[in-house]
């Protein structure tokens, strides 16, 4: 990647990379150093499955409460196997000809594809959902580059145990090395240590000969050795020549070598003892092809030897244990406002060894010199995607309660925007019944700003920065369909999308247009509430449910689309033959005590149920809205009664809610947890049915609900 130059207020540059194994170390560390920096990140993943087999389609009146037992099953037992993340990051203002001040973004997109470490320890079964598989293959997902190329992942606990492991393990081989040393002339010297294993003891002839003549030509070599490189003072004479790279050098100054005969298991431990017994200053190890090597190093190549060691140990067990567990850990970070509460943390994060091995107390976030700020994550329709960073990076499976995995969520993600949620409930929008699948909501964002038509540019299949002005409908259209499905561009379109919605619920709250370039989201208080109730702050769309997931409420859920459990009622046992019609009938008409006419939305769970509610299309979610809600639920409720007396049964969503809401936690606390039952799946706009796009011959087979 390389560092764009403006050229008339518009940043280009290549920002667009696929991270593997390989370049892992050199990206993951351009990630965690951007991500300070960003206005908002953007993120989307790709899965083996979002669905279990035989799946159920729930009711409408469930809680998210009431699906948690079966919705947390599917993150638990499929797999990441891409992870796109995008970072938006401010770039100054721009004017465009007819006046309009317009702030720019620079974007920076990347693609991590994962697939567990060889190393039973840690690694994650994956199990395919057929189903989703032949969807991304269509997409031309190639899953022998997700074997191949794919990046290992690691759980918060074992990372964290790896690093301590290898931190402990490093600090005492310094200490060795610093150890005072017992002399030695270069030749025979006896170990001033003794060893409490059992020593191998060689019985066949051809054993004894063979080791016999291996010392024989160490000996010779150390003498050949000593004997060519001792000066007038009898002292080892080192070439220095190329010494300027410890890390592409360090073969070539660490001394010098020799490599023993090839033998078998037996004979490399007998050689091995025998040469730490009558050599203990020289260093033996194993090369690759199982050979001995024994290495005769002076004291300032032995310190160059150990550093690069260390870098490599280090190195190794971010590549190939720890890998996306760092870019999680870096991520949540970003997003906490917080930087590394301990020495693994620490260690983890740190872009060098030499970095890492510095001893850091905990708690010393606040004085690293790195600028803190709570950073909004933004996800479309992302309760799962949220779900599966948890069973990848914090714990196999999640915690057992729907209250508690909030919690979770919001202590990792304080601030989180769900543009779908966004485009559904708080953005203003001439079909309130059209499309919000990912698509359709990024490119109604390049209709809506159609004076962004040179931000977020990506040029060819891959991207340039982009700043906030967005590329052409039709461009984007080819573009979309060589893209779209891939983790890093969806997440993309969702962080463009974000920033449209954030506009378009500005400039519909009628604030002075002077103030649209300078409201920065991104920098509000996360306290603020009116934030919250104006741009969805912490709510998370609820597929195929009334219900909309509140982050900040960890006992309850709120109904979305201007609807409130106070005024909203479940009608059941009612006879079959009842019709959306009969009810329209009871409920129109409806007036409250300022002459506001009262509206009003159903919702069928089944034949013989269904919830009814009043509305309030412009709900801020403000006292006076509460009041209102309080008297139209009376109204509504007056008007059901009057019309199903004859033995149907009618109760308060929020009565029902908070009992089971009181039952499902008392169930979860005294249980185990429940390994499987019904899932309903996020439907991910991967091509899956949504409520709003359901097949017209199904659509027109039912009574819909109606406003």
């Known amino acids: 990647m390389s560092d764009g130059n403006d050229r008339g207020g518009i940043a280009e540059e290549n920002t667009m990379t696929d991270v593997t194994k390989l370049n892992f170390l050199q990206q993951s560390n351009d990630l965690i150093r951007r991500l300070p920096t960003a206005s908002w990140i953007a993120v989307d993943e790709e899965m083996t499955g979002i669905s279990l087999p035989d799946a159920k389609r729930p009711r409408k009146d469930d809680t998210p409460s009431d699906r948690y037992s079966s919705l947390k099953l599917a993150s638990e037992r499929y797999s990441i196997i891409q992870l796109g993340i995008c970072l938006f990051e401010e770039a100054g203002t721009s004017t465009s000809s007819d006046g309009i001040e317009t702030m720019k973004f620079h974007v920076r997109r990347y693609k991590f594809t994962l697939f567990p470490p060889d190393d039973n320890s840690l690694a994650r079964e994956i199990t395919f959902n057929p189903s989703s598989i032949h969807f991304l293959a269509k997409n031309n997902m190639d899953f022998n580059f997700m074997v191949h190329s794919g990046i290992p992942y690691a759980t918060k606990e074992k990372a964290e145990k790896l690093m301590d492991r290898f931190y402990q393990k490093e600090l005492e081989a310094d200490k060795e090395l610093e150890a005072p040393k017992t002399p030695t002339n270069g030749n025979t010297t006896t170990s001033t240590t003794t060893s409490t294993t059992r020593r191998v003891h060689l019985i066949r002839d051809d054993d004894k000969r063979f080791h016999a003549r291996s010392m024989a030509n160490l000996r010779e070599w150390l003498d050949a050795a000593i004997s060519q490189n001792l000066d007038n003072n009898n002292n080892i004479i080192i070439d220095d020549n190329d010494n300027d790279d410890d890390n592409n050098n360090a073969d070539a100054t660490e001394g010098v070598s020799m490599l023993l005969p090839p033998c078998n298991s037996f004979l490399r431990r007998a050689l091995y003892e025998s040469i730490e017994k009558e050599y203990p200053n020289l260093i033996v190890e194993t090369s690759e092809n199982s050979q001995l090597r024994v290495l005769r190093l002076n004291e300032e190549e032995k310190k160059q030897r150990r550093r690069r060691l260390q870098r490599e140990g280090w190195e190794k067990l971010l590549i190939q244990k720890i890998g996306v567990y760092r870019v999680f850990l870096a991520l949540s970070k970003a997003c906490g406002g917080t930087g590394p509460m301990s020495q693994a943390e620490h260690m983890i994060l740190a872009p060098t060894v030499q970095e890492a091995m510095q001893n850091r107390k905990e708690g010393y976030d606040d004085d690293d010199g790195v600028p803190r700020r709570t950073i909004p994550l933004v996800v479309h329709n992302g309760l799962q995607d949220l779900f599966f960073l948890l069973t990848h990076f914090h714990h196999h499976t999640l915690p057992p309660t729907w209250a508690e995995a909030k919690q979770l969520i919001h202590s990792y ?5 769900d543009t779908k949620c966004m485009a559904l409930q708080f953005a203003p929008r001439a079909n309130s019944r059209g499309p919000t699948h990912l698509s359709a909501v990024y490119e109604e964002t390049l209709r809506s700003h159609p004076h962004w038509n040179r931000s977020f540019q990506p040029i060819g299949g891959r991207s340039t920065t982009e700043t906030l002005q967005l590329p052409q409908p039709a461009v984007v259209a080819t573009q979309r369909e060589q893209q779209e499905h891939d983790a890093a561009w969806d997440a993309y379109m969702t962080g463009a999308a974000f920033c449209g919605l954030v506009y378009t619920i500005h400039d519909a709250t009628r ?11 991104w920098n509000c208080d996360r306290e603020n509430k009116m934030i919250a109730s104006m741009y969805g702050r912490n709510k998370l769309h609820f597929h195929l449910s009334p219900f909309t997931i ?4 960890p006992h309850s859920d709120p109904l979305g689309r201007g609807m409130s459990l106070a005024s909203t009622f479940s009608v059941a046992d009612i006879d079959p033959s009842v ?9 129109t008409g409806m007036s409250d005590s300022r002459g506001d006419r009262v509206n009003f939305e159903i919702i069928w769970v089944d034949d013989t149920s269904f919830l009814a509610g009043a509305m309030l299309p412009n709900c801020q979610g403000d006292h006076q809205d509460e009041l209102r809600f309080r008297e139209h639920g009376k109204i509504v409720l007056k008007a059901l009664r009057d019309t199903f007396n004859n033995g149907e049964k009618i109760t308060s969503m929020e009565e029902l809610a908070a009992t089971k809401y009181e039952v499902a936690e ?5 249980s185990i947890w429940n390994l499987w039952g019904i899932f309903l799946g996020k439907a991910k706009e991967r091509g899956a049915t949504t409520e709003e796009e359901e097949p017209v011959a199904e659509r027109a087979s039912k009574r819909r609900r109606l406003f």
Not at 511 to 521: E, G, V, Y
């Open 413 to 417: 993600f304080p601030v989180v925007y």
């Open 550 to 553: 509140d982050l900040e409420s």
């Open 511 to 521: 604030f002075p247009a002077t103030s649209r370039s300078n409201f920065k989201l």
């Open 666 to 670: 008392k169930q979860s606390s005294g």
């Open 579 to 587: 019709s959306t019609r009969d009810i329209v009938r009871c409920l």
